[in-house]
């Protein structure tokens, strides 16, 4: 049995959130969502689509009326968000008054970019590398706010690091 606490996961474009939200979800037993894959349902569009033919400013109020909706109706405990959505203050309120736990998952920019790199995902916001970077030492001031904080290091898997969280955060005990 666990806590039956109800998390957000946050962190940089690349960090895994979606991979370790899996993983947490299995080891829990219970339902996870993705709140970029709910708003690229919603919208019949992918989320670099979005941003490009919309705007990122309107990427951004669809992202907050998703995760509003998401957090009220869905009784999912594990919700990977998109890179930014931590990033805004309205976003960070709902998840408090929802009474649910923030998680940040920290790594490198080096880790996160080789894993943009890699992902076949297009991320409109992560095309340059020096801007990218400057994106992601501007938002540590942010996703410091979490009120979990687990480093992700490159040796460590997404099941491991999923597995930290379980016992940490949900108080899960492992043989
Ligand atoms: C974004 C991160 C993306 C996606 C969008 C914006 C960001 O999600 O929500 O492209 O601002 O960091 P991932 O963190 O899953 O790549």
């Not at 993705?34 to 349902?41: G, Q």
């Not at 509003?68 to 009784?75: I, P, Q, T």
């Not at 959505?85 to 008054?97: D, G, S």
Request: with cysteine.
């Amino acid at each position: 049995m666990d806590n039956g606490k109800r998390i957000v996961l946050t962190g940089f474009m690349g960090v895994g959130k979606s991979t370790v939200a899996r993983h947490l979800a299995g080891i829990l037993h219970t339902q996870r969502i993705d709140l970029d894959s709910v708003i690229e349902a919603g919208e019949k569009q992918t989320i670099a689509e979005i941003i490009k033919t919309c705007g990122l400013l309107r990427f951004r109020q669809i992202e907050t009326e998703t995760l509003r909706k998401v957090l009220a109706e869905n009784s999912a405990r594990i919700l990977a968000l998109g890179g930014g959505a931590w990033t805004i203050a309205e976003n960070r309120r709902l998840i408090k008054t929802q009474n649910c736990t923030s998680v940040w998952l920290e790594s490198s920019f080096e880790h996160c970019w080789r894993n943009i790199k890699s992902s076949k995902r297009e991320r409109p916001l992560a095309e340059n590398k020096d801007q990218t970077r400057k994106l992601f030492d501007d938002r540590q001031n942010f996703y410091c706010l979490a009120d979990w904080h687990f480093i992700v290091k490159p040796d460590l898997t997404s099941y491991e690091i999923a597995k930290k969280i379980a016992e940490e955060v949900f108080l899960i005990k492992f043989e």
